[in-house]
């Protein structure tokens, strides 16, 4: 199965949807989104990213996700279509309470909980896909990246 299309919506001030060919290349100046659209690619896909506070480590809360994806960002929406037709959204939203939270959106199965969609995702797309140390890379002065 393989990723045609990823949805960003309001991450790192990106609102696009991006088609994929399995050859992409993002190039552009520092701050233009390369490192965003990487990430909203594996948040897309696993449910989260880098922990911001421990490189080498993913952030697996929603609050976690949240953080490594700035302090004043309070919703944004990620998603991915495949070519079989499978596609789904994650939308991470703090409320004014502070609380972090995940909703998945797969279509033509909106009525799962979150708990199954989780699930169903995972089992539609197999184990966790193998990703470059997106950590180490972060971790790198701008200009190296």
Same mark, same amino acid.
């Given at each position: 199965m393989k990723a045609t299309k990823l $949805? *960003? =919506?309001g991450l790192y %001030? *990106?609102? =696009?949807t991006i088609d994929l060919t399995g050859k992409e290349l993002?190039? %552009?100046p520092n701050g233009s989104g390369k490192t965003g659209r990487l990430l909203s690619y594996l948040v897309a896909y696993l449910g989260y990213g880098p922990d911001p506070d421990s490189p080498g480590t993913f952030a697996k809360k929603p609050s976690k996700t949240m953080e490594m994806c700035g302090d004043d960002l309070d919703q944004f929406t990620v998603g991915l279509t495949f070519d079989d037709g499978f596609s789904f @959204?994650? @939308?991470f939203k703090t409320d004014t309470k502070g609380k972090s939270s995940e909703t998945i959106r797969i279509d %033509?199965? =909106?009525d799962l909980g979150h708990t199954e969609a989780k699930k169903h $995702?995972?089992?539609t797309l197999g184990d966790d896909p193998v990703f470059f140390e997106i950590s180490q890379f972060l971790s790198l002065s701008p200009a190296k990246r």
């Open positions: $949805i *960003i =919506e %001030g *990106i609102s =696009e993002f190039v %552009g @959204t994650r @939308t %033509g199965m =909106e $995702i995972q089992d």
